[in-house]
Every structure is written in structure tokens, then in C-alpha cells.
């Protein structure tokens, strides 16, 4: 029997439109990059279409894809235009995923928060989709989560100004421990009911620590919902599914500690002893030990049995009373079954020992199962885009935070030793020397301008060697396009 996976609404964003003939022609074209408005307008109409699509993207790998070329085409626009020098006017808009209150900022840092939120609420949905029966659905599941932890861990890293709540560092927080206790859930108890449960002492012992484990992991989310900053913010469902999967874990754990006992009481009634693999388990599974847990008698160990029954009755009854006073549960019945059956199992197991001979005793707290999770940052290699706005010139020499001067055009004879200058560079090059009694001084050429073309072939994209093979070609004059950087953008040698 599998229950809901809590997974993430995605931030919802209006049409923004970046394609503004006017702008890019005077503001960016023309006056920054110094080129024919002409040869960017597609490429601004390709991106504007790609930003469309993303509002409202398919929950699956055509989902993830649509979303991850968009993140790294942002990057390229970003640092062709969206520079805080340029003015560029594009507001990007987006609704909180849990209140829906409107946001708009000019920063791309904003927008790409957005995108890798909703990169990470994708891979909720898509590990919520899985059938979970399976291996290969529950590992699915389990890797999605995991993915989902790893996006949210990086915007924590890198984005700390959210105009909205849902991005916040508090709830970055708090989405991320929630995923990580849903993790837990699968990859530990799940995978062990998938596998089949054992009923040896040290595999009981194994499901008590496991258990307290994943309890332990939402009961850190409970901490957080119920921080008056949380109040009325999130929807209350999810903080009523959250404590009651804190309560259900903690009465399974206190459950399978009672058998535990149980078996050891059975085992020293027919005269049995504690082997040592059994007692080294024994050790790691309380925080602190005592003699009696450790002791041969059987009443000893009925009454860590209650004890741990009694524990185990108290949580389960909680997690079925919270269930009951959450009306928007109502839906979700496998929860109830799943809860419904484990109380009347802790019941059950209760009224079994009732009349049992126990002494009073008081166990020490279960250990939680020691889990380590990796999980791994964004990573878009997978995803190939191109850099649609080539005409301008190649980055990171030009970008938006750069400038230079109007391209212009000089015609070099060749004197006695050559046309004075000498290249480094690549991407592209620049002049490292210009001689003073040479004719590219004479023409005007700088240490550190740029090559642009060389009879009229475009230089920009080309290696330091393919510039100097293409000069040498040159027999006694040659014609050179050039700019002078205006801040120091000195490409590095070759």
C-alpha cells in the first residue's frame, strides 16, 4: 500500500515579452554591439518563443527539457543583454506556487530562480507519477526526489532575495527537509516492504531504527510548519500529512522495538541466549543501555515490550485522530486504510500481552538508522543549446557588461619590417605590440584593440594561428577592421 507523494506546484509566470524591435535596434544593436538590428531579430524572436513555451510545460522528460534549455539560453541572453548598465526594460512576472501572489523583477537572477524552482517541482510531480510497486518505479521515484533535493539546495546556495515566499530561504528549507523525509520513506521502508519483511531479531531491530529514522526526518518539517511564519501559508493538508507521517513512523519504530522483545522474551522462556551478533544490534539500536536490556529475563523484556506497545498505540491513535480532522484527507484512502490498519496491528499486539507477567521497566530512545543522501546539483550538460546571437560577436568579450569602440576600417601597406604589429589572443585577437615607427601606428592601430576582419573575412570567431595564417597570406597591403575595448576586457594570450 503506497501513499501520496507531497510534490511541488509549480510557479506559475505571465507572457513576457523580450522581443522589442525598438529597444534591441537603438539601445543594444546599434549602440552597444554596433551591428545591423537586422541580424539579431530572429534569434530575439526564437528565444521570446522558447520563454512562451515554458509557461506551461508537460509533467515528464519533454517537461524537464523544455525548462533546461531555457535555463541555459537565459544564460546566454543574460549576459548579452541583461546587464543592470543596459536598461533594458524586460520585467520578468512570476505567481508564488503556494499563495499565488503576483512578483515581477527586471533580474534575470530572479527568472532563473524561478526556472530552477519549477525544475525542482517537476521532478516532485514526476517521482508522484511512478508506480511505486515495482523496483523500477520506486527507484525512479526515489532518484527524482533526490534531484528535487539538489535543485532546492542550489537556490538556497545562490538566490537569497526572493520577492515571493515560496523561494525564500526559509522555505527552500523546508521544501528540501520534506523531500528528504519523503526520500527517506522510499528509499529505506519502502524498498523493505518491495523486498519483503523479515521477522529475525537483528532485521526487526534493522525496521525500529529505520523507522525512527524516517519519523526523525519529519518530525524536523514539523518543527518547521509550525513556525508562526508558516501559519496560514501553507496549504493544511500538507501540514497535516506531515505530522501524521511524523507520528504513524514513530509508533512503527516503537512497534518493531516491542518485537524485538518479544522474540528475545520467547527465546529465554525455552532457555535460549543472546548471541553476540544480537547484542552488538542491541547496542546500536538505543542511545543509551541499561543491564535489563541485556539481562535473560523474560519479564525484563515483556515489559520493554509494553513499554514500546504502549508508545506505539499512543502515536498511531494520534495519526488517526489528525487524519479524522483534516476534511481535505478525505480523498486520500489508501492513507487511512494504511493508518487504520496499523493501529488496529499495535492494538492487536497490545491486547495479546495484556495479561503478561512484565516487570516496570523504562527503555532508553531507539536510535535512528544512520542515511546518507547525495543528492546531486542541477545539471544541464545533458541539455545542447547554440548561441542564437552569434552575429554579435563571441562571448564573454561580447557582452553586455563589456563595451568598445565603433568599428573601423584601416588599410595597411607593408613596410620594411612587415605592418607592425604583432597578434595574441584568440576569440578574438588583439594587437600585443604596434610598432611606433610602423604603418599600423601610422593608421591609428592600439596595443590591445581588437581584430574584427581582415579583408573583409570575419576574424572574431578564429584562433590566435588561423588569424596569423591568414595575415602572413597577405602579400603588400591589407585591410583590417578593428574596435578598441573601453574597459579592461584584454583577451588572455593564446
Known sequence: MYTNILHLPNTHTHTTHIYYPHYYKQEIAQRHYHVDPASIYAAIQEFQDLRDSIVAVSKNSEGLFLLCNYYKQLNIVSKRFLDKRLKHGVAFSWFDAISGTLAAQQSAIYEKAAVLFNVSSLHTQIAAQQDRSTREGLDLATC??????????????????????????????MFGDLMKAQSHELSIWEAEKLAGLQTDVVSLIGYAEKTKRISESYKAVCEQVDEPSMKGYLPACWVAIIKIKD???????????????????ELFRHGGHISESVRTEMHFMYTDTNKELFSENVKDHNGFALSHLDSACIQSEYAVKYDRLCKDLEPLKPLHQLLTETNEQNLTKRQEMANIESNAVCPSSIQPAAVDLNPPPPDFSTVRTRDGFKALGPLPSFSAENSWTVPRTVVLRKGKSGFGFSLQGSYPVSFVDVEDTGPAKASGL?????????????????????????????????????????????????
Not at 527524482?144 to 532575495?161: E, P, R, V
Request: hydrophobic residues 40%; glycine residues 4%.
Open 144 to 173: 527524482n526526489l533526490q534531484k528535487a533535493i539538489g535543485c532546492l539546495d542550489y537556490m538556497k546556495d545562490t538566490f537569497s532575495h526572493s520577492p515571493t515566499k515560496d523561494m525564500s530561504v526559509e522555505m527552500l528549507n
Open 446 to 494: 592600439h596595443k590591445n584593440d581588437w581584430l574584427l576582419s581582415v579583408n573583409g573575412q570575419d576574424t572574431r570567431y578564429m584562433s590566435h594561428a588561423e588569424v596569423v595564417t591568414l595575415v602572413k597570406s597577405c602579400k603588400d597591403e591589407i585591410k583590417v577592421e578593428v574596435t578598441s575595448p573601453t574597459i579592461s576586457v584584454v583577451p588572455k594570450t593564446a
Open 247 to 265: 507520528a504513524h513512523f514513530r509508533g512503527l519504530s516503537h512497534y518493531y522495538a516491542a518485537l524485538v522483545h518479544i522474540l528475545l522474551s
